[in-house]
């Protein structure tokens, strides 16, 4: 699987010869000017909640190339009103798509789409393709839920966390969430885009070598393989 960084909460998934984007926020994130948002050509959109900051360009990347829909049940819904395609979960279901596995995991947040309309209970993803195995844990603080997901799911090969602060966990609770997850690769996002959720890179990345574990901080653009 390789894994490239679009900035905030953005990212793009190779797997299983597939394209899947998530949580599309590029058009007015001052910092992914370097990424041309119609450019991006996914078969896939992987929705974990409704919040703007998770969902803006949704409608410009679908409209551009088709891209069929991943989310919980009411922004699938939510969708479906705009005549576009997608496919409907709920916290605790896994379905086997052309490009693997995924299953939406707990996340302790909320969703609300910008013009009030509910957005569900928001949701991180485990997603197994390929032969390997990553989390993608979406807006949420640090929960104990995450202890179960290495009992089921065994080693995971990168966990992708917030680490902003302010609106998801920060830095001290990644490293605890990782902890849980049992998994010391590290891909941080959800931090720098506002002024609220801006990090130290350096000593945030120290927290993590302290305990052994390596934080990846990842240009906008840039990729990562597992
Ligand atoms: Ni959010
Ligand atoms: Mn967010």
Known sequence: ?????????????????????????????????NIDVDSLQPDYILI???????????????RNCGATLISNYEIITYYNK??????????????????GRLTATVAQHSSMFADGSYGGNPNGYVLQSDDKIIYIAGDTAVTL??????????????????IGDNFT???KEAVKAS???????????????????????????KLFEQKGKKLHLLPIGDSIKV
């Open 1 to 33: 699987m390789e894994i490239t960084y679009l900035g905030h909460a953005c990212i793009q998934i190779n797997a299983g010869g597939k394209t899947i984007l998530v949580d599309p926020f590029i058009s007015v994130n001052d910092l992914a000017q």
């Open 48 to 62: 974990t909640h409704a919040h703007q900051d998770h969902v803006l360009d949704v409608k410009r990347i679908v």
């Open 82 to 99: 705009m005549d576009f395609l997608g496919h409907g979960m709920n916290t605790g279901g896994s379905y086997t798509f052309d490009f």
């Open 145 to 162: 839920d995450m202890k179960l997901l290495p009992e089921m799911f065994g080693i995971m090969d990168l966990v992708v966390l917030p």
């Open 169 to 171: 966990m920060g830095p």
């Open 179 to 205: 902890d849980l997850l049992e998994c010391n690769t590290v891909l941080g996002y959800h931090y720098d885009t506002f002024e609220q959720i801006k990090i130290d890179h350096e000593e945030t990345k």
